[in-house]
């Protein structure tokens, strides 16, 4: 049996698992709040993917099929929930909340986070009397014993979750659950634990219970059917038998990582970390239609999208430089559907910055370009001189490139990854005052799924966050002196004149600023980002344009890139 007892235990973080409640039926009943007074489903094709707490009474649940709910509730209202435009919007608006609580923020899915709150709590204990209550319920009330230091530090928890549920019910009209403790699985298992709009702390002397009272493996988050199948064939089904399992037999099942994994889990242990989530590396929209089979109705239905897809845009943030069309055609002799996609690049310049709201927007000339384009693609993928018969349109954005300015800007964009690689480490040798101050200056808005930075920003990140470490404590004894006096691009908001290290790092030496870059933010670079510009520059210059497009001929990934004039 693989030794469980060995490894000492870590309760040094502190972990919230937020869950909005019946969140499908929460944004439509902002939509109509006349839908809060009566039982609603929400369907997706012929079953409900949710439905509110007053149908949940009636015995409704999720993944119903529409006729049995109705059986159950013959009063339930029902709302199509297929366009998930508002669900993913008010999403990412929940997870740009909780970014003022924490640069660590992780999305699972669309209606939970994980927010890793330890620098939080630390400086409250620090500035406030530990002796609080835990706010919520506790599972299996009993009174911890631990002596590290987890007991203050999870009471703090449970307040600043309920702080966190009371300010996303207050900003944004929802309500949620959350768990609270020391790792992201007991977090996660708590909060289910009372719904809805209610929290729960677990403590570490009860995590073997809350495993225990799991009554099947396949109930562990992370346990997908596949695993589960797996354990089913060596006769392991509950927790307790994941425990005693034969450890051997347990790693022929499964990999040597994955069974040590799997044990551990099935003690409540998880060093996992909160992983800040990036943006989305594709931003998009599809509507199915019944059929489309006339060029300007085709048009017609882009433009709506297109127009839609541009405020999803303007609200990440960042410009895209690809389109990509997706069709699915009925093919009427097979009596199939297909999908397929065209793509192509497109210029930046298409889109503009609006200087007073910062957001970027079309113009519309750029528009009826950027539908041309969307014709021409869907032209390639369908013979419109030949009938057609198509079920589905779709359009999305990718590649997405920085601004040079606003809150999703290169500076932001810079902080933000600086602030995910290395910061929070800094912040904690330094102890800093006000954490969440500076987060919202840092933090972009937007929290979405799966984006990986490319990795050379990261190193050259990487050395400047080195580099001001060994420059002392008192250089950046606030996080926003260091990202804001370091990384910003734009003088006149700086407060760097009391900071010492662009100072210190600023060369006497002029560097030349590249012809195609912004003089003015490269006049308040630090000296070294300014001389990687130059180079960057000089390496791409060979493969210069003569018509002037910089973006297409610069290499991607280079610094350079993110500094171009838009
Ligand atoms: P859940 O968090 O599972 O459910 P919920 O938020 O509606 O309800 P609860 O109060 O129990 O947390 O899922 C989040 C949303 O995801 C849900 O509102 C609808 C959608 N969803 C699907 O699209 N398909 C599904 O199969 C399920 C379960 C949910
Ligand atoms: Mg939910």
Not at 331 to 341: A, I, L, W
Not at 367 to 385: G, P, Q, R, Y
Not at 463 to 475: E, N, P, T
Not at 490 to 499: A, E, I, L, Q
Request: one cysteine or more.
């Amino acid at each position: 049996m693989y030794d469980i007892e060995h490894e000492a235990e870590d309760h040094s973080r502190t972990i919230v698992h937020i869950d909005i409640d019946c969140f499908y039926a929460q944004v439509e009943m902002i939509k109509d709040p006349r839908l809060y007074q009566i039982p609603l489903g929400i369907k997706q094709k012929n079953i409900l993917v949710t439905s509110n707490y007053v149908a949940r009474k009636y015995g409704v649940k999720k993944c119903m099929l529409i006729a049995d709910a109705l059986k159950v509730c013959p009063n339930l209202e029902i709302v199509k929930g297929e366009d998930l435009y508002d669900y993913r919007k008010m999403s990412y608006q929940v997870t740009s909340y909780l970014q003022k609580y924490s640069v660590l923020v992780e999305r699972l899915g669309l209606d939970e986070n994980y927010v890793d709150v330890t620098q939080l709590v630390d400086e409250r204990l620090k500035h406030q009397n530990p002796n609080i209550d835990v706010r919520g319920n506790l599972f299996n009330n009993i009174a911890e014993t631990c002596v590290c230091g987890c007991v203050e530090r999870l009471k703090m928890g449970s307040v600043i979750a309920q702080e966190i549920r009371e300010g996303v019910l207050h900003e944004l009209k929802l309500t949620t659950c959350a768990g609270i403790s020391y790792n992201k699985l007991l977090a996660k298992l708590a909060c289910s634990l009372h719904k809805p709009n209610e929290q729960t702390v677990v403590f570490p002397n009860h995590a073997v219970a809350l495993m225990l009272s799991l009554s099947n493996v396949s109930e562990i988050p992370g346990v997908g059917s596949a695993t589960d199948e797996i354990l089913e064939k060596i006769n392991i089904r509950t927790i307790e038998d994941l425990q005693k399992c034969h450890f051997e037999t347990l790693i022929q099942a499964l990999n040597g990582d994955r069974a040590k994994w799997l044990v551990d889990l099935s003690y409540g242990r998880d060093n996992s970390v909160v992983k800040t989530s990036g943006r989305p590396q594709s931003i998009g929209l599809e509507d199915s239609c019944k059929v489309l089979n006339v060029e300007t109705e085709v048009r017609e239905k882009f433009h709506q999208l297109l127009m839609r897809l541009i405020i999803l845009v303007s609200e990440d943030g960042r410009i895209p430089t690809t389109i990509k069309v997706t069709i699915r055609k009925f093919d009427s002799v097979s009596k199939v559907s297909h999908r397929e996609t065209k793509q192509c690049n497109i210029g930046p310049n298409l889109f503009s910055t609006d200087k007073i709201t910062r957001m970027i927007s079309l113009n519309e000339q750029s528009e009826k370009k950027l539908l041309s384009i969307v014709m021409n693609l869907f032209k390639k993928l369908v013979n419109t001189s030949r009938s057609y018969h198509i079920t589905l349109l779709g359009l999305s954005f990718t590649k997405f490139k920085e601004r040079f300015d606003g809150k999703n800007s290169i500076a932001s964009y810079l902080m933000n990854d600086l602030a995910v690689q290395s910061v929070t480490s800094i912040e904690r040798k330094n102890s800093i005052s006000q954490p969440q101050t500076s987060l919202q200056t840092v933090c972009s808005t937007d929290g979405s799924e799966n984006e990986i930075e490319p990795l050379p920003k990261k190193s050259r990140l990487g050395s400047l966050v080195s580099r001001c470490a060994r420059l002392g404590d008192s250089d950046y004894s606030s996080p926003s002196k260091l990202r804001v006096a370091d990384l910003r691009l734009n003088s006149r908001d700086s407060d760097h004149g009391d900071t010492g290290y662009l100072d210190t790092v600023a060369s006497s030496r002029e560097i030349e600023c590249p012809p195609n870059a912004d003089k003015d933010v490269f006049k308040e670079l630090p000296s070294d980002v300014q001389q990687e510009l130059w180079e960057d520059w000089k390496r791409n210059r060979s493969h210069e344009d003569p018509h002037d497009k910089p973006f297409k001929k610069a290499k991607t990934n280079t610094l350079l890139n993110y500094f171009l004039k838009n």
